[in-house]
């Protein structure tokens, strides 16, 4: 295959000049040279900035894939990574350590892009190909770009030859441009590849030497199992005592990162401690367990081998070696070396601590999904240090590399920029030169333009300069969804979106562009175009000028008073089988390091004063309850104390801690006052744990993402030592009594009484799908509640959440829905079923109304029944179409059922609405669970059963319950015993399995 005329996807823009104020001006004309000569070739007119103009200090780096992105990046503010990025660049001289990626990452198409437009790329690669071709039966090419060896791909023996020719040719290719490494570091198999660049071994010999490894790994040890863990050593080790040789650490990837390999049986066992004792870990998809017993049996043969096959050569350039953290120069690695190398422990951990301790700021990962980047950035880094990958299998190869040569330029790298373009016979043309006018374009954020040497300045802000409704649904959406890249035709639902993740961006939306969007908007223009149109017809409609802020601004007078009961609390204190005096969703925080008790205290006290429901009392008037908020100044929040540090036993202070939770609970009264009780455990001298018991009365599963961020975020201030006066916490949405006023203003409207008239009809037609899944000899309480869980993979989760709905022009939601109606009919042998369904509860009803609720603690959720009528050899995707079109006809979401059911004034829709039996299953899908990964110091852990007392009457005898960890679906079934056996459940998941696998296999027909 020819590579002539295949040219970048993406091309880097480079920019500089001896001040702040004129780099960002160059920026201003390179967009308006760009608006005068359209029609200019952009590769050519990147290369004239390359190499025809002089660099100085102050760098802009714009990637861009053509005219209309480039002027665009050109008018927005850089940030210090992305697309557009500012950097002054450093005194000191820049030096750059090479990270090669362990094993794992591989995936079919990987440096393909490269491999047909770099005949570099290809040539290494070629050669890479006819050295390893006597050893497996088909062209190696076919396994790394073919889709039908996606399988074989993952096999050892093939990954691992994959990886070496993937690194060693992006190595390759860096270095051609003028990247030379000051040293060199692997993670694993990535050594290989960083001692053969290093002089350690020929092309040939290395390319032999790790096709060995791969078949012995492959097929002369067991099979086994590896564990990554968070926690301190001592904590891990601890752990591992009682396993022996068994079970090992097999990589120390950071101070509280490991990962754990050993034979599968005691890892498993290993896997299901650490799940009781609320250890953050995760089992990890690999059957090799390297760096374990497990490779003892194949150590003598790769020893003779290396020693009759191999040369080995000194190493010319430093690397630093995963045996000891040490940087290794002028020494033979040996077959001892690395015999011990496959057996014993990586410290990768210590070899990046090594380079930081002697300077290094700059690390190029070469591997083909960055993998050691997220490691590195872990760190405690300064924001002079740049950490970039190579390739990311999320983005075009040629946006991610050239991302990272800017900002490696940035930083001061020298490239050599005629190299860097040889393949594609460059020419220079007419480019803007040097911005020599005064005129300024930024306004500077800080009083000093003095800036600490590798450090990024602090960015300044430009002025006259509007990002377009298109550029704010395409960075906020990016935020929420946390992919790289949006195109055009995408559809927020179809990326993974959800309801919840649909509040955050009505929160931004409204708040960057001033305008008052409600759900239901969002709801009915999920698609980017689509939303862009709406908000462009929103701003015209303005016509520019600025809307006041919206309910529930800054300025927000705090609710006090009687705030009437929402339909969802009536629900709870009338009809459900639950106590809504103990019903509680507990905030569980924990932190690796001390927490000062008058800090805490004083930030709940903060938290009471900015969510008012916090302040929620209830009081009891004859058959009514009555709900009052309490004033700030009135309300005086207790923090208990306990320390549980004495306890040695790990039995007993988990004993002791869930006493702690019941007791706290217990405590909490109507009559007492306020519904909530925090309390600070002192576990050990290094963690300290939040208990802080909500009500459910006032909470939801927003409020449980809310509540917590928002603790951590004023305690960390207030250690910081910011005055309470100035503690930030973000714009105040609506309160809930506004909501509430909306919502009796709705089921008492004409859309109300429209609303009515679809469940009344609705609830004649499909009587017979609410059914009794039976009835026991013992009383169905809590008690008699069991649970079961199980996962969908990443790839089959991306299916249902995304390709899937893309396919029938639905939510992932309602494909949940749909899976669960399907298999109900199957597992019962019900042709029609009906399911009770949690939905969030923040809709906005009525085209009237335009309230923000993204960040108000209350109790919002939304439950409506949802029914199937699923005949006898119906499929599943019959059933989502069906779903699909039932969402389309449900009013409001189905936001509108509890409303009618308890707010409206007309007595005989209320009858009506509470003639609807309540569904014997809930369906209750949580979307994202909290992520504190952002910072090492936090995490949630798993609270006791505080919900419902164990001897109350459980309200639903099925309850399936979905969330998304990790990338992956977990699907949670909670059962009662005394009517469903195991068994059953057991074959209801397999119902589960196989519908979802059937799925997978209509998706890869239609994508094929």
Known sequence: MSTEGIDRSHHLFTLSARSLEAVCQAAEKLKDHVDVEPAQNLADLAYTLHVGREEFDHRIAVVAQDAEELKKLCQQEPETTGAIAYRKQSTEPLKIAFLFSGQGSQYIGMGQTFYESSSLFRDVCDTCFDLVQPFYPIPFQEYMFNPKYSVELNQLHISSTAMFIIEYALASLWMSWGIQPDTVIGHSLGEYVAACIAGGFSLRDALQTVVKRGYLMQEGTESGALLAVNGTLEMVQAYLEPYGEDVSVAAVNGPQHFVIAGRRDAVEKLDASLEADGIVHRLLPLASASHSVLMEPVLDEYREFMEREVTFSPIQIPLVSNLTGEVVEGRTLDATYWCRHLRDTVQFAAGIQRLLDQGFTTFLEIGPHPMLTTLVETLQLSEGHVVVPSLNRKEPAWKTSQESLGQLWLAGANIDWHAFDQEWKRKRVHAPTYPFELRSCWVASGTSDRVAPGSAEALPKRVNVVRSPEEWVRTIWTEVLGVEEIAPQDNFLYLGGDSLNLIRVQSRLNKALQLRLNLQELYTNTGFADLVALLETKLGENSGEVVEDTVGGETQTPVVGEVPLSHIQQWLFQSSKMDPEYFFMPVCLERSKPLQPELLQQALQILHAQHDMLRATYKRDG??????????????????????????????????????????????????????????????????????????????NVSSHILPQDLITVYEQLEQGVEQSHIHLGEKSASYKDWVEMC??????????????????????????FFAIGEGRERNTLANMKSQSFKFDAARTAIIRQHIPEMYNTSGKEVLTALVLHNLSKWLEREQVCVAVNGHGRDV???????????TVGYFINTYPCHGRIEGHQTIEQTITQMQRRSQEMPHGGASFNMLRYLSDDAQIRETMQGFPDPEVLLNYHGELLDLSGTSEWREYEPGNLEQPMNQESQYKLIVSGYIQDGELVLHLSYLESLISPESIASLEQLFHEQVQHLVEVCEGKLV
């Open 623 to 700: 058959g009514l309850v009555r709900q009052i908020v309490l004033a700030p100044e009135e309300t005086a929040v207790e923090l208990l104390l306990y320390d549980l540090s004495d306890l040695e036993v790990a039995q007993e202070k988990r004993e002791a801690f869930h006493r702690l939770e019941l007791d706290l609970a217990n405590s909490l009264t109507f009559e007492k006052g306020l519904m909530n009780r925090a309390a600070l455990i002192k576990m050990d001298e290094h963690q300290h744990r939040v208990l802080w018991v909500v009500s459910h009365l006032y909470t939801d």
């Open 744 to 769: 009796r203003s709705f089921a008492n409207s004409a859309q109300g009484a429209d609303d009515f008239r679809y469940w009344e009809a609705l609830l004649e037609q499909e009587g017979e799908a």
């Open 845 to 855: 009803v009525g085209d009237q109304q335009a309230v923000d609720l993204s960040r």
